[in-house]
């Protein structure tokens, strides 16, 4: 480093010795040619400008004009080859030789650095341009990110490390685990949001913060070289363009997603329209013709059985239709958009719509408390209270009460049957499928055991409770607690 | 003899709703498709049309809202679908009734019998309204059970005489609030009416947890019984 400084000098020596030399030698051609003084000192004026075009520094350039006016003294002003003055008059002469050559190199110089800058302007804009072209032509965010850091190093001839992050909480988590020689740094330009220079004789680095959505969320650290105050400003705009960048990413991802889940949506919707339709027609069609056939035709007892077979079937394939439709619903993405407030009455009034008359008749109902709000998707709560007294139903032949009453805020519905009970582990119906026991009623075909466990899941998806309990002298009572809805009247 | 226009494209469904109807004593007609349906539509002029939503390719709420503002008849959506918020869309859009499949065929009959009464007694000047034990005097604003007043409060009569002036038929929770609290009504009083309702169940039901005349079809409306 020192002798390429040492060299640059030299040069810069040697060549205003050159011009000095070149143009001593034209003043004395043109002396023997019998040429005026007033025409020499011209040609060192010249001679003492003649520096500015060549790039030579400013004080070498002074020291040039000053070794030309003495040369001109020395040479050309009566005494000759002595440096005294005796007309008063070149006094004046050398001091306007300076001054002009001096204003003029001044003015020279000062142009010559303006282009400079504008030149290192234009190139610290080229470097952003190019900068943005590999962070937003690339959908990779890191591997942009990685070409950015090669061009930044290579413009800036220092080591360049960029730390962004997904979340602020990675980016604390991250100082906590920064070096303690640079974490007060860190700290300090998360905590001001301003870029920090660290500038030590054996270690110089500095950290600049990227802002996204005015929340720190990484850091560019520019590592053993001193910037300058115009480098500074050009690092944080360099900030700004990752974060912007690092945004683009995350909205383009966000929209992605968004747009994966809209069709992941449209496919169940259509999924789940397709399923009611293919299914429940043939098999209103089964039902119907059935019943009709049993009311039109005077069938012996024989054939009467045949088509209740054919009906019961056709029943238990609607209940697990509709139970594998509950599935598709329960996974649908935004179902809490789907709840609204009813009266757990109302839900208790459609689910009875799913039992015959004769079934009914074994139904007790017991409101101790009315006008109970539940804030739920209603097909799913029906189907839970369905499936429940469906259970209470086929695992006995006594009578089933539905009794609903409120308590801390919960608004609970018990279906107490003096049925078998649960002879199985309990858990094993909650959390697993297909676990299932053979019905008492011999009316009832054994279920795909998916009634409990989709019970269960209703219920989760409502934040509520499930519990099941032995009923003191037979059967069983199972408890649905749901948060009551607290109406605005 | 009543004209039924049944328009499903499913075959064995199809022939077991024209049986069960003309078992009835309907006069049926058929059709699979939207083109065929319209054509029956222009040349049997039905009384009562149902429409199943799904007919192949095609949707059947096309012809509910071309064919609307141009009959009298009763349409009765007959669907697989089972969306609270597509049924109150097509109540809103002017269905008379939805039924979903499998339905029992005692339930249909009945909702034919009361698309085919709209046609045959829709009276605004009525002047009163009996079922079984309940009387509503229009004319005087009274409602009696068993001929002993009951005493509703001035919304709660509204909301009854709206039901029993559409008896049989499902009313949106909409269609009430905008025929009771007029256009601009708000969330509270879609909240209100569940209340009023419940209310009122307990002012004229015998026995309020098993409703008799006023019907819940949650997610969707009310009807008073046919």
Redesign the interface.
Same mark, same amino acid.
């Given at each position: 480093m020192n002798t390429n400084i040492l060299k640059k000098h030299v040069l810069y020596f040697m060549k205003i010795v050159l011009i000095w030399a070149l143009f001593t030698a034209i003043a004395f051609v043109l002396n023997s040619l019998g040429w005026q003084e007033s025409t020499l000192i011209l040609a060192y004026v010249l001679g003492s400008i003649i520096w500015t075009v060549l790039k030579i520094p400013y004080g070498y350039g002074l020291f040039l004009t000053f070794v030309n006016v003495l040369t001109f003294n020395y040479f050309f002003t009566l005494p000759y080859y002595t440096l005294r003055v005796d007309d008063f008059q070149y006094l004046f002469t050398f001091i306007s030789m300076f001054l002009v050559s001096g204003f003029t190199s001044y003015i020279v110089f000062i142009s010559n650095k303006n282009r400079h800058m504008a030149h290192i302007r234009s190139l610290n804009n080229r470097y952003l341009f190019q900068l943005s072209e590999l962070l937003y032509q690339s959908l990779d965010f890191e591997e942009g990110l990685k070409d950015a850091i090669v061009l930044l190093e290579n413009t800036l001839h220092a080591h360049v490390e960029v730390k962004i992050f997904n979340h602020t909480q990675q980016v604390t988590e991250y100082i906590e685990q920064c070096e303690s020689d640079i974490q007060s740094k860190v700290l300090d330009a998360y905590m001001t949001a301003q870029p920090q220079i660290l500038d030590e004789p054996i270690q110089k680095s500095s950290c600049f913060p990227i802002l996204i959505n005015k929340e720190v969320r990484g850091f560019i650290f520019v590592n053993d070289v001193r910037l300058s105050d115009d480098a500074i400003e050009w690092m944080s705009t360099i900030g700004s363009i990752l974060a912007l960048a690092k945004q683009r990413i995350e909205s383009i991802r966000m929209e992605e997603e968004a747009k994966l889940n809209y069709e992941q949506e449209q496919l169940r919707v259509s999924l789940l329209?397709s399923i009611?339709?293919d299914?429940?027609?043939?098999?209103?069609?089964i039902?119907?013709?059935s019943?009709?056939l049993m009311d039109?035709l005077k069938l012996n007892e024989k054939d009467n059985v045949l088509i209740t077979n054919i009906q019961n079937d056709a029943k238990w394939l609607?209940d697990s239709v509709e139970n594998i439709?509950s599935l598709i619903r329960l996974n649908k993405g935004n179902l809490s958009s789907q709840f609204?407030?009813?009266?757990i009455?109302?839900?208790i009034?459609?689910a009875l719509k799913h039992f015959s008359l004769e079934d009914i008749k074994r139904i007790h109902?017991d409101?101790q408390h009315?006008?109970l709000?539940v804030n739920v998707e209603?097909?799913l709560l029906?189907k839970a209270i369905v499936n429940l007294v469906h259970n209470a139903l086929k695992f006995s032949t006594k009578e089933v009460v539905i009794k609903t009453y409120q308590t801390n805020g919960w608004c609970c519905v018990e279906i107490i049957d003096k049925g078998i009970g649960f002879s199985k582990n309990i858990k094993d119906y909650l959390t697993d499928g297909f676990q299932s026991t053979k019905p008492l009623n011999p009316q009832h075909r054994q279920g795909v055991g998916l009634g409990l466990h989709i019970v269960s899941k209703i219920i989760d998806v409502h934040h509520g409770q499930l519990s099941i309990h032995p009923n003191s002298t037979q059967g069983s009572i199972v408890t649905i607690k749901l948060a009551i809805h607290q109406?605005?009247? | 003899m009543s004209k039924i226009l049944i328009i499903e494209d499913?075959i064995?469904?199809q022939?077991?709703?024209s049986?069960?109807l003309k078992?009835n004593g309907y006069d049926v007609c058929v059709a699979s498709n939207l083109s065929s349906a319209s054509s029956m539509f222009y040349s049997h002029s039905p009384d009562v049309i149902l429409l199943d939503l799904?007919l192949g390719e095609e949707d059947g709420e096309v012809f509910l809202k071309k064919n609307r503002e141009l009959t009298q008849s009763s349409i009765i959506i007959v669907?697989?679908?089972?969306d609270?918020s597509k049924k109150v869309h097509l109540l809103d859009e002017g269905a008379d009734d939805y039924i979903?499949? &499998?339905?029992n %065929?005692g339930e249909l009959l009945a909702r034919i019998r009361v698309g085919l009464r709209k046609k045959t007694s829709n009276d605004p000047t009525k002047q009163s309204f009996q079922y079984q034990k309940l009387l509503i005097d229009y004319e005087k604003e009274c409602v009696f059970i068993e001929d002993k007043e009951i005493h509703l409060t001035p919304l709660e009569y509204q909301i009854l005489k709206y039901l029993t002036l559409n008896h049989g038929r499902v009313c949106t929770t909409n269609a009430i609030l905008k025929a009771i609290w007029g256009v601009h009504y708000t969330q509270?009083d879609a909240?209100?009416l569940?209340?009023f309702m419940?209310n009122l169940r307990?002012k004229i039901e015998p026995n &309020?947890?098993? %409703?008799n005349y006023l019907?819940?079809?949650?997610?969707v409306g009310y009807r008073f019984i046919d």
């Open positions: 329209s009611s339709h299914l429940r027609t043939p098999l209103a069609s039902l119907g013709s019943t009709l039109e609607l439709l609204q407030p009813v009266m009455e109302d839900c009034e459609e109902l409101y009315s006008m709000f209603v097909h029906v109406e605005v009247l | 499913d064995s469904l022939h077991y709703i049986t069960l078992n799904t669907s697989a679908i089972d609270f979903t499949k &499998p339905f %065929p509270a909240q209100n569940r209340v419940a307990k &309020p947890t098993r %409703p019907l819940t079809h949650v997610g």
